[in-house]
């Protein structure tokens, strides 16, 4: 089950299961995506991606780095 939470420092957006989480700062300057392995899915990714611009972030400035 995933859940949101109002935006500041923490969690905006997790999964249940602790498999990634998304930090953001207390404005909708900083974002972070974290996960337990390399790569998300794509189908994870978009859901997150679809929740984060919901709640005000720029998802187009995003810098995604390889993960190996």
Known sequence: RDSS???GL???YKRQERQ???VS???A???WIL???PRLSTQVLVRILDQVEK???D???LHFVDQR
Do not use: E
């Open 5 to 7: 939470t109002s935006r």
């Open 55 to 57: 709640q005000g972030f």
């Open 35 to 37: 996960a337990r392995r």
């Open 29 to 31: 300057k900083y974002l």
């Open 10 to 12: 923490g969690d905006v």
């Open 20 to 22: 990634w989480v998304v």
């Open 59 to 61: 998802t187009d400035k």
């Open 25 to 27: 700062g207390r404005s």
